[in-house]
């Protein structure tokens, strides 16, 4: 069995606060006495995946599975998007076996399996540089005074 998946999350904000309105009642934003501005963004968030599993059965009582699978995440820097985790697994069907005689249990397999696995638990862009913050930047001859971080 082979196949792919990807997912895609785009996200797109923005938001507008206005204060001091005169009466509870007015609910348009240019209605209040005080603008507190404007703002926004954009996220985007994808995954995409390839998988593949192979079985193998010997004589209806020895079982081997290997699986694969690369996922790439845009969560990660660009160099090191791609995770690996293959996995395999051995069963035994001790039920099928002619020594195993029982009246009450129908069905008796062992089975041991090893495998890798991982996450992408982050923030998104948290593995893209960013400013430091208390310290200038010129970006096309425009100085940018830096901005501080957002309390973590």
Known sequence: MIGSSY??????????????????????????????????NTTRDVIMSYFGRAEYEYDEKYLLEFTMRADGSSRFNPGNRWGYFPSASAGWRIDRESFFKSNFIDQLKLRASVGALGNQAIDLYKSLPTVATGQDYSFGGTRVPAQPSPAR
Request: charged share 20%; no cysteine; net charge negative.
């Open 7 to 40: 997912d895609n999350y785009d996200k797109d904000q923005f938001n507008a606060s206005m204060t001091g309105y005169l009466d509870n009642a007015i609910t348009a934003l240019d209605g209040g006495l005080v603008w507190n501005g404007t703002g926004g």
